[in-house]
Nanobody, 116 residues
């Protein structure tokens, strides 16, 4: 069974923090590479952060130094720690692995709203 369940979003003031979690089914997680994406209102979905099976990471320039992606291989879970949040970080956040994203299979996402 293919499953992606994102959680941890919410409403936070600028400068605040949130930690997102994504529980993936083994079939998704075992691909190795896991990504966090986001879709802001009226915009295309974009890649935010990547982590490989060996914990190498990549970040979109606008989140470098503020976001940290990590993974727990024993739990098939990937995390996104988001600090110093800005209003422009407001979006629905999704996790996925590249082959499932290419097949347009997505979870429900988790809403992050940064506002005072």
């Amino acid at each position: 069974q293919v499953q992606l369940v994102e959680s941890g979003g919410g409403l936070v003031q600028p400068g605040g923090s949130l930690r997102l979690s994504c529980a993936a089914s083994r079939s998704v997680f075992s691909v190795g590479v896991m990504n966090w994406y986001r879709r802001a209102p009226g915009k295309e979905r974009e890649l935010v952060a990547t982590i490989t099976v060996h914990a190498s990471t990549y970040y979109k320039d606008s989140v470098k130094g503020r976001f940290t992606i990590s993974r727990d291989n024993a739990k098939n879970t990937v995390y996104l720690q988001m600090n110093s949040l800005k209003p422009e970080d407001t979006a629905v956040y999704y996790c996925n692995s590249p082959p499932f994203a290419a097949q347009n299979f997505w979870g429900q996402g988790t809403q992050v709203t940064v506002s005072s």
